[in-house]
């Protein structure tokens, strides 16, 4: 009897040990895989930062009021430009086409904002020199909220802007008189 007892007892110690070692290998990958990736992005930053400066972003480059809201390149994709700044976006209301790749490019003009359009992937923040770039793809007409997501001072929460995916063709034909589009007022 004690003699069963004991070789049950050597099995499940052997299947426990067995176990144990599995749950640790894989502790051990995915914490090489978090100090890699890392260590990998620290050691290698991104080669496509963007500076701009931001005193003069209203004045010349990118980012003049002119060249702000939608506008289409020669592939036929969609380019945003925005720019934040205590406390709106401009434009305050952004009209993009659907089922086309959009681009969009967006800076600060004094502090940290966030850059977030709900319904979407995009979510960043808006460094001032530096310039943030998202791409995204609307399947679908419709309106999104794009509020500051990142505490900007006392007029944080009334900082928001509209993003209006609006059909393909109509897009076109309202942009097709115009060297950039909003649908700000
Ligand atoms: Cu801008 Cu919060």
Known sequence: ???????????????????ATVAIL??????GMAAFAGIHQATMPQTAV?????????????FIESNLGSAVEQDGSVTVRAIGQQY??????IVV???????????????VHGFLIQGTNINTMLVPGYVSVQ?????????HLMPCQEFCSVGHEGMWAKVKAVDKQQFLSEIADKRRLSCAP
């Open 135 to 143: 791409k995204a793809s609307f399947d679908q007409p419709g309106e």
């Open 1 to 19: 009897m004690s003699d069963v007892h004991n070789e049950a007892a050597a099995v499940a110690e052997r299947v426990e040990r067995r176990w």
């Open 26 to 31: 894989i502790i051990v990958f995915l914490a």
């Open 97 to 111: 086409p659907t089922q086309t790749p959009v681009t969009f490019r967006a800076t600060s003009a004094d502090v």
């Open 88 to 93: 709106s976006f401009s434009p305050p209301c």
């Open 50 to 62: 963007e500076t701009i400066d931001p005193t003069t972003i209203h004045l010349q480059g990118e």
